[in-house]
């Protein structure tokens, strides 16, 4: 495999997500774990998702959350910290796919800033199998987070939590208002996951 190969799966999701209507203009931020794991590769800021390329990425280094090589003067993308505060907490996370779909900005539990985080029930749907879980009918809460005005206090109330909670389960968190940041073990672990998570967020939209 090797790092240019990890990017250029992310650049072809990028493509397809943006045709889903997951990935408007420049919404959205994917990453994945450098193959010395050390670092991570995200999108850069403000380059649009229909059209990019291996080159749109920058790397950021875990320990110290700084850049470590860029091409074309490209800037990290705005979200980097909630991917840094994950791959920091949960070594099994390789990939990290953000996206701002339409049902995830529909379903809308008023969080509070001073709460910052809430767990909140979703439905035991078929598709929940898709995160490895089996049981029959479980009982499952999702981490919902306000959205905070400056993204590192998301990112802060996200390592708070799994720092509180580190036996949850989901591969995946929400922002209120915002969109959900999935993981995975590989690239095509967090895009199943976040294909199912798609799904549920239409289960539940419709719900309400
Ligand atoms: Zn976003």
Request: glycine letters at 6%.
């Amino acid at each position: 495999m090797g790092d240019q190969s990890f990017i250029g799966e992310l650049v072809r999701l990028s493509q397809l997500y943006y045709q889903r209507q997951w990935m408007f203009a420049t919404a959205g931020n994917l990453s994945v774990r450098s193959e010395k794991k050390h670092s991570f590769w995200i999108t850069a800021s403000g380059k649009h998702k229909g059209e990019l390329n291996n080159n749109d990425f920058v790397e950021i280094d875990i320990s110290s959350e700084s850049m470590i090589s860029t091409t074309d003067g490209n800037k990290p993308s705005a979200e980097t910290s909630i991917h840094h505060s994950i791959y920091n907490h949960l070594p099994d996370a390789n990939s990290i796919l953000h996206v701002h779909t339409l049902e995830s900005n529909l379903l809308n539990f008023q969080l509070t800033p001073e709460e910052g985080y809430r767990l909140i029930p979703i439905p035991p749907v078929e598709m929940i199998k898709a995160f490895g879980i089996w049981t029959e009918r479980p009982n499952l809460q999702m981490a919902t987070f306000y959205n905070f005005g400056e993204v590192k206090k998301i990112a802060d109330t996200i390592s708070l939590f799994l720092n509180k909670h580190p036996d949850y389960s989901l591969p995946f968190v929400l922002v209120e208002e915002h969109g959900p940041t999935v993981w995975g073990k590989t690239i095509t672990e967090a895009n199943r996951h976040l294909e199912a998570v798609a799904f549920l967020f239409q289960v539940m939209a419709h719900h309400k």
